[in-house]
């Protein structure tokens, strides 16, 4: 039988097990077979996070278009919470449309599941977006996250209690206690953390009392569970126990929930030693996830030392007060919500948030500006660094445009280009259009960071919009003696006034360009005026200036390391073979191309090369193929939210044609179909003639097996419906090892269930 497909979405796997909360899911459910927008809503610790993600997963197969998390904790600035979603649903904002707009056309005809999560700090902006969407999209639902309700139109709130607890002052049998929910996360948040606790006769009573001391909440108990380490249970609910009396005047009157988490965050960060505390708060400066070079950077001086770093940070993980992520292979770290408010609390009393801001910006200055001129030649390392870090660097922008430092913003949002350019245009059209109009930055990072708003606008296909920002920059450069970065800016305004069509203006500021750029010694600006004459013959049709420009742009390209620049001079020179019917020397080109913008993760080159190597395959008269590039063409453009471009329009219609001669109009429906579903690694497998990844994963008899020897164990003995403990009595290893297993079957599977593990082995039996 082979392995169902995977169903898109960016879920993550849970990390940990789920515990209880069968009436909350049971309301949930319920409540969305009426409502679209359901609100989970509860204090800070209370688990409505992992309640919404496992509804998520468990409601995810009845939407073909996926389940999607939306994390907001770590958005601070509100005008960037369309941009989170967008970015939740791999989207691209390349159109010159606001991220809204974007989203209303996309979801329109889809029926999707979103998790918009943390929603309490952004609740203005927030709750119309989503009443925005859901009145756009009839197909979507929504599960939000909250301290407080959105109270958006339609919105049906369900309040998520702590866990329950066992009832007080009363003998309750062992086995029974043992299915209490808040007991039974503390006895496997115990056993994950030490290895060898267990509920026991001699110990239920304190855990019992621990759970009920906590109230049930989830955080609370996992920060208490944790000391099980070197801690007795009746010792953590001692000390807890005197915590508590010094707040309720020795008495045992419940305080109220909120108090009950602070009070235990209190006690666990009182028992981290001073440099352990010091690391602690410091870590609320990162605006989102941070490496540990970060840290070593930002936070480690004074009271911990930068040779502790690794320790102390290890030690605050194995504590719970910070987490532990995987990026790409890179281990990052981030803070929960809670935790990071708790942090910077303690950041204000020890009077360290100017100095620690001062570090933090410095650092990302540093970093980014420090890395501009090398950029170009590790470019696709680069864009995977600021992939993981760039909302501290939006934090740092930010805090340039509230103190009007205009020079440093500037100078950031300019560097930091290449992220604009294949990532968020629009979000650079934004920073740099608020940093423009924050003061002086002086003629240099001015005439920059026109040019680079002229760049975004050319390539959103915005002539309009490019041509004042490229006519400043270019007055500035002559009046500042800026060779460099008027020939960039000219050649750009040349490319602009082609796209509105205006040739003589076009060839004018071309000459004016090739003048400037013979005068100096700069690759940069010679792949420019060469991306120019190119894209200028592209338009007009003159393939001989277009080969000439982008066969000297593929040799610069190569010889100077730019990989952006190599990946348009490939498209431009493989798009003139293509359009000459040179089908032999254009398919090198444009696969070449191809495997180069997947690598920076371009989406714009990546719809154009789809849909180039579509042309080329009906050309070559590969029907089937040539139609299911087209339809996964249009999906990659769509999300992009990129147009066609006017060269490309003549080549599409006519491999359109020829493939509907030859697949009949039914057929090439099919397998254009069939290529819009594709995800974006299954088309460029296609595009490259790789084996299908999607067909790869169905075929599990067949192909290599993805979980190792001892893997594969643990999940056999799983679907067999054994608990961790019983694993580890047959496999003569500890609880916390099948745990740690259990955890890396998940995430090998892209799966956040034990019945999802039981279903995959049973499917790969067959």
């Known amino acids: 039988m082979a392995r169902p497909p995977r169903r898109p979405g960016n879920l993550p796997a849970e990390a940990t097990s789920f515990v209880g909360r069968r009436r909350e899911l049971a309301a949930v459910r319920r409540k969305l077979t009426e409502a679209r927008l359901v609100s989970l809503v509860g204090p800070g610790g209370v688990g409505k996070t992992r309640l919404a993600l496992r509804l998520a997963g468990d409601l995810g197969r009845g939407f073909p278009d996926g389940a999607w998390l939306v994390e907001l904790a770590e958005v601070r600035d509100p005008t960037l919470v369309a941009d989170a979603v967008m970015a939740a649903l791999d989207l691209r904002d390349q159109a010159a449309t606001e991220p809204a707009a974007r989203l209303r056309s996309y979801l329109r005809d889809k029926r999707a599941l979103l998790v918009v999560d943390n929603c309490e700090h952004l609740l203005a902006v927030t709750a119309p977006l989503v009443a925005d969407l859901m009145r756009a999209a009839p197909g979507v639902r929504v599960i939000a996250t909250s301290r407080e309700p959105l109270s958006a139109p339609g919105e049906h709130v369900v309040p998520v209690p702590p866990l329950d607890l066992p009832a007080p002052h009363a003998r309750v049998p062992l086995a029974k206690l043992r299915q209490n929910e808040a007991v039974r996360l503390f006895t496997e948040r115990a056993a994950a953390g030490s290895g060898t606790f267990e509920l026991t006769a001699a110990n239920q009573a304190a855990v019992a009392d621990l759970c009920r001391r906590l109230d049930g909440l989830p955080l609370a108990i996992e920060l208490a569970a944790v000391r099980t380490r070197v801690l007795t249970a009746e010792q953590i609910l001692d000390r807890l126990s005197d915590r508590f009396g010094l707040l309720t005047g020795g008495g045992r009157a419940a305080l109220p929930r909120h108090q009950t988490l602070r009070t235990?965050?209190?006690?666990?960060?009182?028992?981290?030693?001073?440099?352990?505390?010091?690391?602690?708060?410091?870590?609320?400066?990162?605006?989102?996830?941070?490496?540990?070079?970060?840290?070593?950077?930002?936070?480690?001086?004074?009271?911990?030392?930068?040779?502790?770093?690794?320790?102390?940070?290890?030690?605050?993980?194995?504590?719970?007060?910070?987490?532990?992520?995987?990026?790409?292979?890179?281990?990052?770290?981030?803070?929960?919500?809670?935790?990071?408010?708790?942090?910077?609390?303690?950041?204000?009393?020890?009077?360290?948030?100017?100095?620690?801001?001062?570090?933090?910006?410095?650092?990302?200055?540093?970093?980014?500006?420090?890395?501009?001129?090398?950029?170009?030649?590790?470019?696709?390392?680069?864009?995977?660094?600021?992939?993981?870090?760039?909302?501290?660097?939006?934090?740092?922008?930010?805090?340039?445009?509230?103190?009007?430092?205009?020079?440093?913003?500037?100078?950031?949002?300019?560097?930091?280009?290449?992220?604009?350019?294949?990532?968020?245009?629009?979000?650079?059209?934004?920073?740099?259009?608020?940093?423009?109009?924050?003061?002086?930055?002086?003629?240099?990072?001015?005439?920059?960071?026109?040019?680079?708003?002229?760049?975004?606008?050319?390539?959103?296909?915005?002539?309009?919009?490019?041509?004042?920002?490229?006519?400043?920059?270019?007055?500035?450069?002559?009046?500042?003696?800026?060779?460099?970065?008027?020939?960039?800016?000219?050649?750009?305004?040349?490319?602009?006034?082609?796209?509105?069509?205006?040739?003589?203006?076009?060839?004018?500021?071309?000459?004016?360009?090739?003048?400037?750029?013979?005068?100096?010694?700069?690759?940069?600006?010679?792949?420019?005026?060469?991306?120019?004459?190119?894209?200028?013959?592209?338009?007009?049709?003159?393939?001989?200036?277009?080969?000439?420009?982008?066969?000297?742009?593929?040799?610069?390209?190569?010889?100077?390391?730019?990989?952006?620049?190599?990946?348009?001079?490939?498209?431009?020179?493989?798009?003139?073979?293509?359009?000459?019917?040179?089908?032999?020397?254009?398919?090198?080109?444009?696969?070449?191309a191809l495997r180069i913008a997947y690598r920076i993760d371009d989406r714009v080159g990546q719809y154009v090369l789809l849909d180039a190597l579509g042309c080329h395959a009906a050309g070559s008269g590969r029907a089937q193929p040539a139609a299911r590039l087209l339809g996964a063409a249009e999906t990659v453009r769509a999300g992009a939210g990129a147009g066609v471009l006017p060269y490309l329009a003549p080549l599409l219609a006519r491999a359109e044609e020829t493939a509907r001669a030859a697949l009949g109009a039914a057929g090439f429906e099919d397998q254009f179909a069939a290529g819009r579903r594709l995800s974006r690694d299954a088309a460029i497998a296609l595009a490259l003639g790789e084996p299908d990844p999607a067909a790869a994963a169905e075929s599990a008899e067949t192909g290599p097996a993805p979980l190792g020897r001892r893997e594969a164990e643990v999940a056999r003995l799983v679907a067999e419906g054994l608990s961790n403990k019983q694993i580890g009595a047959r496999l003569f290893i500890s609880e916390h090892t099948v745990d740690s297993h259990v955890r890396a079957i998940m995430n090998k599977l892209g799966v956040n269930s034990r019945a999802q593990i039981a279903a995959w082995t049973a499917a790969t039996r067959q």
């Open 264 to 592: 235990t965050v209190d006690w666990s960060h009182d028992l981290l030693a001073a440099d352990e505390q010091a690391l602690l708060r410091r870590l609320c400066a990162f605006a989102g996830r941070f490496t540990l070079e970060d840290v070593e950077a930002v936070c480690a001086y004074g009271d911990a030392p930068a040779g502790r770093t690794l320790d102390l940070v290890a030690s605050l993980v194995d504590r719970s007060l910070v987490l532990k992520e995987d990026a790409g292979g890179l281990a990052c770290y981030r803070l929960h919500e809670t935790m990071r408010e708790y942090a910077a609390l303690k950041l204000r009393e020890a009077g360290e948030e100017e100095a620690l801001d001062r570090r933090f910006t410095g650092y990302y200055l540093a970093r980014c500006l420090g890395s501009g001129p090398r950029v170009r030649q590790r470019l696709a390392e680069w864009l995977d660094w600021m992939d993981l870090e760039i909302d501290n660097v939006r934090a740092v922008l930010r805090g340039c445009v509230t103190r009007r430092d205009a020079s440093r913003g500037t100078a950031l949002a300019y560097t930091v280009g290449y992220y604009w350019i294949t990532r968020a245009l629009n979000e650079g059209v934004r920073w740099l259009g608020e940093l423009l109009a924050c003061g002086d930055s002086g003629p240099e990072g001015r005439a920059y960071a026109l040019f680079m708003r002229g760049f975004l606008a050319v390539l959103q296909s915005d002539p309009a919009g490019a041509g004042p920002a490229l006519a400043e920059a270019v007055t500035i450069a002559r009046e500042a003696g800026l060779p460099a970065v008027l020939s960039q800016s000219l050649s750009l305004a040349s490319m602009a006034a082609s796209m509105a069509g205006d040739h003589p203006s076009a060839a004018r500021l071309g000459e004016e360009a090739r003048a400037v750029t013979e005068g100096i010694d700069d690759d940069q600006a010679r792949l420019m005026y060469l991306q120019s004459r190119a894209l200028n013959g592209l338009f007009q049709g003159d393939l001989d200036a277009v080969v000439a420009a982008a066969s000297e742009g593929v040799r610069l390209g190569r010889e100077s390391g730019d990989l952006y620049s190599l990946d348009m001079m490939l498209l431009n020179l493989g798009s003139a073979r293509l359009i000459a019917g040179a089908l032999d020397e254009a398919e090198p080109l444009l696969t070449e």
